[in-house]
């Protein structure tokens, strides 16, 4: 089954959640002796809502660009900064290092195509899972650009060693020098990783189970797979509003950018830009390439981001679409799904006002343009 894009469903099947089921906590309690703890941590949006109550010492980010991946940009910013510390295990350079606590620490580490080979156990591989249940092994094959840098698991073994003093029952170090230590962890905490070092060196890795795949049965407490039913909601924008979703680009993965053209939709040379269809711009009396400020509005609450073009495009009339992280300044923090809680990227409702600041634009346009001819 398809549940996303593969590290996510990685995560997931490693347990990674802010609400972690009793008996994955009883797993890990048993297998290294310690007592997890019970209460649940925060989604992303509840983390922003914590910030704002100065709830939060210490944020840790494990990759990834908080800033720009999540919703309400200028509300989750300010609470950014009022964390005592802020970590970043990172890769390369992003926003949310410049959006940081009183003390901020980032630290570089290696990317999954570097070697990883500076350990007394010589060089380790790691596993993923792809979007079709397989688990398999990856090993970086480029020579790194520093020999400081540190992986991964050796970053989270060590910072825990220091969190939790040498005499905890975790074998951090083991888990650092030999990723087989950690793999032999998972066989025994979470089912269908038994025998996980041997099957994840075979050529083609292993397939998770899958009990309506392999035995026709469904973990229900009737036995049979339940579907569920979600009622159609309407959406009604107020007059002068349209239905915006953020939306990515061909060149783009999460929050980075590898260009700037989109050969989806033929756009190119730019991002900050809204598709919406051409006789709701005409109705809204705006043109074609039009520079606006984009506002939403949520619970009479509103939301605005600056310099946005307006494009002529064949989408679904009363709707628009901008470019992610780009619009997530539009959405509201409480625009959220019922029960996920996911922000709610794909519909807010929004209206468009003339850039503000058109006319110095075309000032200085015209100052620069006979610049030029000078």
Not at 8 to 21: A, F, H, L, N, S
Not at 73 to 89: K, N, Y
Not at 213 to 228: H, L, N, Q, V
Not at 350 to 369: I, M
């Amino acid at each position: 089954p398809v549940r996303g894009h593969s590290n996510v469903q990685g995560d997931r099947t490693m347990g990674i959640w802010e609400k972690p089921k009793e008996w994955l906590l009883e797993s890990l309690d048993k297998e290294f002796g310690i007592e997890s703890p019970r209460h649940h941590g925060y989604d992303a949006v509840e983390a922003m809502e914590a910030f704002e109550r100065n709830e939060v010492d210490v944020f840790v980010s494990m990759g990834g660009n908080f800033s720009l991946a999540c919703s309400d940009t200028e509300t989750l910013e300010a609470g950014m900064q009022r964390i005592g510390l802020t970590v970043h295990i990172s890769t390369k350079p992003n926003r949310s290092h410049v959006v940081h606590g009183r003390t901020s620490l980032i630290l570089p580490t290696l990317g999954r195509t570097d070697k990883d080979d500076k350990h007394s156990k010589g060089a380790q591989f790691l596993s993923v899972e792809d979007s079709m249940s397989v688990v398999h092994s990856t090993q970086g094959r480029l020579q790194p650009v520093s020999d400081h840098l540190l992986a991964e698991p050796v970053i989270v073994a060590r910072m825990a060693e220091a969190t939790f003093g040498p005499d905890h029952p975790v074998d951090w170090k083991a888990m650092a020098e030999d990723y087989d230590v950690v793999r032999d962890h998972i066989s025994r905490v979470l089912p269908g990783f038994e025998d996980f070092n041997t099957r994840v060196r075979t050529k083609n890795g292993f397939v998770l189970p899958n009990p309506p795949r392999d035995t026709r049965s469904f973990k229900t407490d009737i036995g049979r797979g339940r579907f569920t039913v979600s009622p159609l909601e309407y959406l009604s924008p107020p007059k002068g509003h349209l239905v915006l979703q953020t939306i990515r680009s061909h060149d783009q993965y999460n929050t980075t950018f590898y260009g700037l053209d989109d050969r989806y939709r033929g756009i190119s040379g730019g991002r900050r830009v809204i598709l919406v269809h051409p006789e709701d711009l005409a109705e809204l009396g705006f043109q074609d390439r039009d520079l606006v400020d984009v506002v939403s509005t949520f619970r009479g609450q509103d939301r605005q981001a600056d310099k946005f073009r307006l494009v002529a495009y064949p989408t679904a009339k009363g709707c628009a679409a901008a470019y992610f992280p780009e619009a997530n300044a539009l959405v509201h923090k409480e625009n959220v799904a019922r029960e996920s809680n996911t922000p709610g990227f794909k519909a807010m409702f929004v209206r468009f006002e003339p850039h503000t600041g058109q006319a110095a634009l075309a000032v200085e346009q015209a100052s620069l343009e006979a610049a030029t001819v000078v």
